[in-house]
């Protein structure tokens, strides 16, 4: 899901080689854990160069989810 995400906001897949149009690239993950009604699951959230990308299903600097989230 978080991969579909990173896909749509820089413009191609993850599988693309070769020359990219844009300068941002991928770059790694971050591990993030969020407590939940579900309990604290660990999870690989993509990163970009230029540190724009912002994930919908998991948001930036969020510690604790609802159902509704998670």
């Not at 959230?45 to 230029?50: G, K, N």
């Given at each position: 899901m978080l991969q579909g995400?990173?896909?749509?906001h820089?413009?191609?897949g993850r599988k693309v080689r070769g020359e990219k149009?844009?300068?941002?690239?991928r770059n790694g993950y971050s591990h993030k854990s969020?407590?939940?009604a579900y309990g604290k699951p660990d999870d690989a959230?993509?990163?970009?160069?230029?540190g724009s990308f912002e994930p919908k299903?998991?948001?930036k600097r969020l510690k604790t989810a609802g159902k509704e989230i998670l």
């Open positions: 995400e990173m896909d749509s820089l413009g191609y149009e844009p300068a941002n690239r969020v407590n939940s959230v993509p990163r970009d160069r230029d299903a998991i948001p």
